[in-house]
């Protein structure tokens, strides 16, 4: 062997070294998955309340654009929508609130993609152990 082998060899690590080491990654892994936690809760709460509130503004929509006046002749007078049913589909499809659909649906992905996030997190965090 060569001087620089014995030399690295006989370096001896500080007594509890390792268990230092190993308290510090416990103690950053449960800060990563705390902040995880709070980041996904906030999140989705965020994305629930946006969501509330764009179901709110597609029924206020739904009855502002006339689109309940559509479905209620479906009911009433089919005879009229099946000779006409091209134009009854292009009136029905530009009377859709769209704006607020998109914004429901954003909310509902927002919303998952949350849940998923908080928890991939703490499985991982749980899954880490020495």
Known sequence: MSNRSQYFLSIEPSLGLKEKII????KETKQKALFAFVFGGLTSLTSVLAMVYSLVLIVKDYYISGLSEYVSLIFSDSSTILSFWKEF???????LPFLTMTLTLFSLWIFVWSIKYIFSNLRKSSSISF
């Open 23 to 26: 308290y510090r990654i416990e």
């Open 89 to 95: 589909i292009f009136s029905v499809v530009e009377s």
